[in-house]
């Protein structure tokens, strides 16, 4: 499989998954650049990011023509996001990648078991 193939698919598995589940496109993107692509695992973190962003606006744009998007109820969380991811974006050299593959794991399965559970 050529290498625009490879990242079409990887693009089109995380597309899916923040269209299905409104977020999650990351949970693909990560695993599949380091496996599929050959991408080094900070920098697979990173590109996660900066590929999310785009899609979670294409999939949010999709709601609110649904009908789906109550922007009022997004804001606070918007907020606290952009606070969070800045904060984030500036400890993420210091964390090491062992780390950070590590959170990024229970991460997963904190929510592989509370969808499973329904918590």
């Known amino acids: ?16 998954a923040n269209g299905f589940f409104g977020a999650g496109g990351g949970l693909f993107l ?3 650049l380091v496996s599929l692509c050959g991408m080094e695992q900070r920098k697979a973190f990173a590109t996660s990011v900066a590929v999310v962003l785009p899609l979670s606006a294409v999939s949010a744009l999709v709601y609110w023509m649904k009908g789906g998007l109550d922007l009022g109820a997004a804001w606070p969380y918007l907020v606290g996001g ?6 984030a974006g500036r400890l993420f050299q210091r ?13 997963i399965l904190y929510g592989g078991i509370r969808a499973v559970l329904l918590l």
């Open 1 to 16: 499989m050529s290498d625009r193939a490879k990242f079409a698919v990887t693009g089109a598995l995380a597309g899916a």
């Open 30 to 32: 990560v695993p599949l």
């Open 82 to 87: 952009a606070l969070g991811g800045l904060a």
């Open 95 to 107: 964390v090491s990648v062992d780390r950070l593959r590590r959170a990024f794991g229970l991460l």
